[in-house]
């Protein structure tokens, strides 16, 4: 579940030219040092449920430099992330960054072999400025928008922030320390739109409500449910459908080789 502080994040690293890289809450400390390694990351940002997986592997990570930590609570070797922001200077100017700069890199799921890392520049930013280009989800300013995406799911970024944000919508945040479905289908909001998380969270979702009572889920304000990620069986589309009124659309691309604009009679140009 995506969370306030990695909005935070997102935008202080952004800003200055920082290359950050989303992360699961669901790796343990083998995935964690694959990363460290793989990156040569110098800074890390967790909380309390990572932290003593980071600990366990720091040392086999020599670029890494600076832990941060999102806690009420502080820990031996880490910095306060809360802290630091509070205590940080209103001033800043930001980079003259390039729509081919280097700003996010997610890793693949590792289907074949070890996760790969996807590198994305200041243009997956960038485009959603464009109306033309805020087509995923095509939120109104009078949206609602609900992310169950897990953070290292790119969705988390461009439905918890750069779509939402540059169409004027409403984020909404649940502060659930991991997903259960026995809570979200409880939520009788405002919301309009939902995303959910892909794989075996958005089965694990569906499954979920054969368990729930009233078998019937009528949320009155929904009017649009996408996930992405990993097609859905036809039964699961089907029984989603007959309990809530609507259909789930999938959502299908890779971000990373997104086309951008070229005109008529030019030769294209080479694009990160």
Same mark, same amino acid.
């Given at each position: 579940m995506?969370?306030?502080?990695?909005?935070?994040?997102?935008?202080?690293?952004?800003?200055?030219?920082?290359?950050f890289?989303?992360?699961?809450t669901?790796?343990?400390?083998?995935?964690i040092l694959?990363?460290?390694k793989?990156?040569n990351a110098?800074?890390?940002?967790?909380?309390d449920?990572?932290?003593?997986?980071?600990?366990?592997?720091?040392?086999?990570?020599p670029?890494?430099?600076t832990?941060l930590?999102v806690?009420?609570?502080?820990?031996?070797g880490?910095?306060?992330?809360r802290s @630091?922001? $509070?205590?940080a200077?209103? *001033?800043?100017?930001?980079i003259? !960054?390039k729509?081919?700069?280097?700003?996010v %890199?997610?890793?693949?799921?590792?289907?074949t072999g070890?996760?790969?890392?996807?590198?994305h520049s200041?243009g997956l930013a960038l485009r959603?400025a464009?109306p033309?280009?805020?087509? @995923?989800? $095509?939120l109104?300013a009078s *949206?609602?928008l609900?992310c169950l !995406?897990?953070?290292?799911?790119?969705v988390a %970024?461009?439905?918890?922030l750069?779509?939402?944000?540059t169409?004027g919508?409403t984020v909404?945040?649940h502060h659930?320390?991991?997903?259960d479905?026995?809570v979200?289908?409880?939520?009788?909001?405002?919301?309009?739109?939902c995303?959910?998380t892909?794989?075996?969270?958005?089965?694990?979702?569906?499954?979920?409500v054969?368990?729930l009572?009233?078998?019937?889920?009528?949320f009155?304000?929904?009017?649009h449910?996408s996930t992405g990620g990993e097609a859905?069986l036809?039964?699961?589309?089907?029984?989603?459908?007959?309990?809530?009124?609507?259909?789930?659309?999938?959502l299908?691309?890779?971000s990373?080789?997104v086309g951008?604009?070229?005109?008529?009679?030019?030769?294209?140009?080479?694009?990160s």
């Open positions: 995506v969370v306030k502080e990695e909005m935070k994040q997102i935008i202080s690293f952004s800003s200055p030219g920082i290359i890289m989303p992360g699961t669901q790796m343990k400390a083998k995935d694959y990363r460290l793989e990156s110098q800074s890390i940002v967790t909380t449920a990572l932290a003593p997986e980071v600990d366990s592997v720091a040392s086999e990570c670029a890494l430099k832990k930590l806690s009420d609570h502080s820990r031996e880490w910095l306060d992330f @630091l922001i $509070q205590s200077s209103p *001033d800043h100017t930001c003259k !960054s729509t081919t700069d280097p700003m %890199i997610f890793f693949t799921s590792g289907t070890f996760p790969k890392m996807a590198k200041h959603y464009f033309s280009c805020r087509k @995923l989800l $095509q109104k *949206d609602v609900w !995406s897990d953070p290292g799911w790119i %970024i461009m439905g918890t750069f779509e939402p944000w169409a919508s909404f945040i659930l320390p991991q997903f479905p026995k979200i289908v409880e939520v009788r909001g405002l919301i309009s739109q995303q959910q892909p794989g075996e969270t958005h089965m694990s979702a569906l499954s979920s054969d368990t009572s009233p078998p019937s889920l009528r009155p304000t929904l009017e449910c859905m036809p039964e699961e589309q089907e029984k989603w459908r007959q309990r809530t009124g609507l259909l789930v659309h999938q299908y691309g890779q990373e080789t951008g604009q070229v005109p008529l009679g030019h030769p294209a140009q080479q694009r």
